[in-house]
């Protein structure tokens, strides 16, 4: 009897241009191994190519394929020639008649055939099913791991092929990334029909085959929900990092129906990092992205809906009504909004780092590409917790980590047990009072030119890797003058709102503006957004909870 398959839709292939002869060959594979495979046949060379390519976007995996030599678009050979480049690990096997078994020993040598079956092939017992069940063993004995759904082909030194990656981590879409450069990349986009001038490509889950899709095309295509299911909420949060996803689940767990709108992948700079250890009831630390998962779950199993990729533009006041806007047009209403945008890490002047941006250089952590850099030297500039914990999660895999600080010290802005972990990194360097004047390379980072701020003294090193953590700008500029904000665009709220006594410009209501509230009564802000915050990860959670306290109380005024 045959055994079990590797995986449910494992297929083996028939192919062969007499109708007849094909629904022959099919019944009897049927009878044998229908219950274990999945039997599919074609009637000719271009059809079944066709059928392999969509098994192979799928990731279907097959096991067998038996193709007839004598089919006049395109004989046997060249059929399993070309299969072999979609099907690389299939068992191939020719149907011949008498005459044509010279044909079939040749192909041997082209297509490195299994096995030929000589016509016919009664009783299948005897003459098809003992070399079948040969073919099926030594198919399961190879070392094969299963493709994830979703499949990413792109350049090493693509900027959008990085950000691509970025995303799908970010949000804990699984995924598995192919090189244009390796066979494996060449066959998806073969089984794709591109021809890989454009990228990346992304192959969903469903076959889609996406070709350098943006944020919200992507989002919408691997399960990420990016519509909202109402015109009108109790509260909207916008943000997805530790604040907001705080908001989140404390207002969906208070009974406020609540929506998350987040502009790419929940966790804000908090979820790129590669481990936080001095977040309570952690003792022995924890990756971003796990927190930002559980959190994630959290808000939804409360009822909270998550929408990614979804852009806010505006902000508006129609009466009670807050309305927010996003950059296709369309708008959602609340009673209430809190505004947990975060911050962005602010982009490095230095000659050469735009056109480099994603081939080499990267603004945080970016830990898809911490792999590529085993055992090359890593650059990392700036000073504070995240380049520290990036240095630390970076060291693992590279050669060297260098950290480059402007200051004298790391003590200005690192937290003391970051400090303690980089001084006894063995792998781990930093140089003071250095700034990166210059970044070098054509397609991809290869040196950069590095100044000593106090002497001047200039050096060119080479490099392929530089993450830059260089301080932090709020992503505020889309609230136009809707809320007040300082002179560097972080949001002003409560008491800052009224340091000489008086009510903001345009407050009309009896009380003054509470802790979190902005200037815009029923508009609140929590985490590194507002003015003079922590910029701490449980700063953040507790004021994205105490913002939605402070909801519940406006609420019961209004």
Same mark, same amino acid.
């Given at each position: 009897?045959?055994?079990?398959?590797?995986?449910?839709?494992?297929?083996?292939?028939?192919?062969?241009?007499?109708?007849?002869?094909?629904?022959?060959?099919?019944? %009897?594979?049927?009878?044998?191994?229908?219950?274990?495979?999945?039997?599919?046949?074609?009637?000719?060379?271009?059809?079944?190519?066709?059928?392999?390519?969509?098994?192979?976007?799928?990731?279907?995996?097959?096991?067998?394929?038996?193709?007839?030599?004598?089919?006049?678009?395109?004989?046997?050979?060249?059929?399993?020639?070309?299969?072999?480049?979609?099907?690389?690990?299939?068992?191939?096997?020719?149907?011949?008649?008498?005459?044509?078994?010279?044909?079939?020993?040749?192909?041997?040598?082209?297509?490195?055939?299994?096995?030929?079956?000589?016509?016919?092939?009664?009783?299948?017992?005897?003459?098809?099913?003992?070399?079948?069940?040969?073919?099926?063993?030594?198919?399961?004995?190879?070392?094969?791991?299963?493709?994830?759904?979703?499949? $990413?082909?792109?350049?090493?030194? @693509?900027?959008?092929?990085?950000?691509?990656?970025?995303?799908?981590?970010? #949000?804990?879409?699984?995924?598995?990334?192919?090189?244009?450069?390796?066979?494996?990349?060449?066959?998806?986009?073969?089984?794709?029909?591109?021809?890989?001038?454009?990228?990346?490509?992304?192959?969903?889950?469903?076959?889609?085959?996406?070709?350098?899709?943006?944020?919200?095309?992507?989002?919408?295509?691997?399960? &990420?929900?990016?519509?909202?299911?109402?015109?009108?909420?109790?509260?909207?949060?916008?943000?997805?990092?530790?604040?907001?996803?705080?908001?989140?689940?404390?207002?969906?767990?208070?009974?406020?129906?609540?929506?998350?709108?987040?502009?790419?992948?929940?966790?804000?700079?908090?979820?790129?990092?590669?481990?936080?250890?001095?977040?309570?009831?952690?003792?022995?630390?924890?990756?971003?992205?796990?927190?930002?998962?559980?959190?994630?779950?959290?808000?939804?199993?409360?009822?909270?809906?998550? &929408?990614?990729?979804?852009?806010?533009?505006?902000?508006?006041?129609?009466?009670?009504?807050?309305?927010?806007?996003?950059?296709?047009?369309?708008?959602?209403?609340?009673?209430?909004?809190?505004?947990?945008?975060?911050?962005?890490?602010?982009?490095?002047?230095?000659?050469?780092?735009?056109?480099?941006?994603?081939?080499?250089?990267?603004?945080?952590?970016?830990?898809?590409?911490?792999?590529?850099?085993?055992?090359?030297? $890593?650059?990392?500039?700036?000073?504070?917790?995240?380049?520290?914990?990036?240095?630390?999660?970076?060291?693992?895999?590279?050669?060297? $980590?260098?950290?480059?600080?402007?200051?004298?010290?790391?003590?200005?802005?690192?937290?003391?047990?970051?400090?303690?972990?980089?001084?006894?990194?063995? #792998?781990?360097?930093?140089?003071? !009072?250095?700034?990166?004047?210059?970044?070098?390379?054509? %397609?991809?980072?290869?040196?950069?030119?590095?100044? !000593?701020?106090?002497?001047?003294?200039?050096?060119?090193?080479?490099?392929?890797?530089?993450?830059?953590?260089?301080?932090?700008?709020?992503?505020? %500029?889309?609230?136009?003058?809707?809320?007040?904000?300082?002179?560097?665009?972080?949001?002003?709220?409560?008491?800052?709102?009224?340091?000489?006594?008086?009510?903001?410009?345009?407050?009309?209501?009896?009380?003054?503006?509470?802790?979190?509230?902005? @200037?815009?009564?029923?508009?609140?802000?929590?985490?590194?957004?507002?003015?003079?915050?922590?910029?701490?990860?449980?700063?953040?959670?507790?004021?994205?909870?105490?913002?939605?306290?402070?909801?519940?109380?406006?609420?019961?005024? @209004?």
């Amino acid at each position: 009897m045959a055994q079990a398959a590797d995986a449910a839709r494992t297929v083996i292939m028939t192919v062969d241009d007499d109708p007849g002869v094909s629904r022959a060959v099919a019944r %009897d594979l049927r009878r044998r191994y229908g219950e274990a495979y999945r039997i599919v046949r074609a009637e000719s060379g271009p059809s079944a190519l066709e059928a392999l390519g969509e098994l192979t976007l799928r990731g279907d995996l097959v096991a067998v394929i038996l193709a007839d030599y004598r089919m006049p678009q395109m004989n046997g050979i060249d059929f399993l020639e070309q299969a072999l480049d979609l099907c690389p690990d299939a068992r191939r096997v020719l149907l011949t008649a008498y005459a044509d078994t010279n044909a079939a020993i040749d192909a041997i040598n082209v297509v490195d055939l299994d096995h030929y079956l000589l016509k016919p092939w009664d009783p299948p017992e005897e003459k098809l099913y003992p070399v079948v069940d040969d073919l099926l063993q030594a198919w399961r004995t190879r070392d094969r791991r299963p493709v994830p759904s979703t499949k $990413v082909v792109g350049h090493r030194w @693509s900027a959008r092929s990085s950000e691509v990656r970025e995303f799908l981590a970010r #949000n804990q879409v699984p995924y598995r990334w192919y090189s244009v450069d390796e066979p494996e990349g060449q066959r998806l986009l073969a089984a794709a029909g591109r021809d890989g001038q454009r990228l990346p490509l992304v192959i969903t889950p469903d076959c889609t085959v996406l070709v350098e899709p943006d944020a919200p095309q992507l989002a919408a295509h691997v399960g &990420l929900a990016t519509t909202p299911t109402a015109d009108f909420y109790d509260l909207v949060v916008i943000g997805g990092g530790p604040a907001g996803l705080g908001a989140a689940v404390y207002g969906a767990s208070e009974g406020l129906r609540t929506v998350l709108v987040e502009r790419s992948a929940t966790g804000g700079q908090a979820g790129q990092s590669s481990r936080i250890e001095n977040y309570l009831g952690f003792p022995d630390g924890v990756s971003g992205a796990q927190l930002t998962e559980r959190a994630r779950r959290q808000a939804a199993r409360f009822g909270a809906e998550i &929408l990614t990729a979804r852009e806010v533009t505006a902000l508006e006041v129609n009466g009670a009504a807050r309305v927010v806007r996003f950059a296709d047009g369309s708008a959602i209403g609340a009673h209430s909004v809190i505004l947990a945008t975060g911050v962005q890490y602010r982009q490095l002047a230095a000659p050469g780092t735009d056109d480099l941006t994603g081939c080499g250089v990267f603004y945080g952590s970016a830990l898809t590409e911490a792999a590529a850099c085993q055992g090359h030297d $890593v650059y990392i500039v700036g000073g504070a917790n995240s380049a520290g914990q990036a240095a630390m999660y970076l060291s693992r895999h590279a050669k060297s $980590v260098t950290l480059l600080v402007r200051g004298p010290d790391l003590s200005a802005s690192m937290s003391y047990y970051l400090i303690q972990q980089i001084e006894e990194a063995p #792998n781990i360097s930093v140089r003071r !009072h250095t700034v990166v004047e210059e970044a070098h390379g054509s %397609d991809h980072l290869e040196q950069l030119t590095l100044r !000593h701020r106090l002497t001047g003294e200039r050096e060119r090193v080479d490099a392929e890797w530089m993450f830059v953590f260089i301080g932090a700008a709020p992503l505020t %500029d889309w609230l136009d003058d809707t809320v007040l904000r300082d002179e560097r665009g972080f949001i002003l709220a409560g008491p800052d709102l009224t340091a000489d006594g008086r009510p903001p410009p345009g407050w009309e209501l009896d009380r003054p503006p509470y802790h979190l509230e902005t @200037s815009v009564p029923g508009v609140f802000v929590a985490g590194d957004a507002r003015a003079e915050s922590a910029k701490r990860v449980a700063s953040a959670v507790g004021e994205g909870a105490m913002a939605v306290m402070l909801v519940h109380r406006y609420l019961e005024q @209004s």
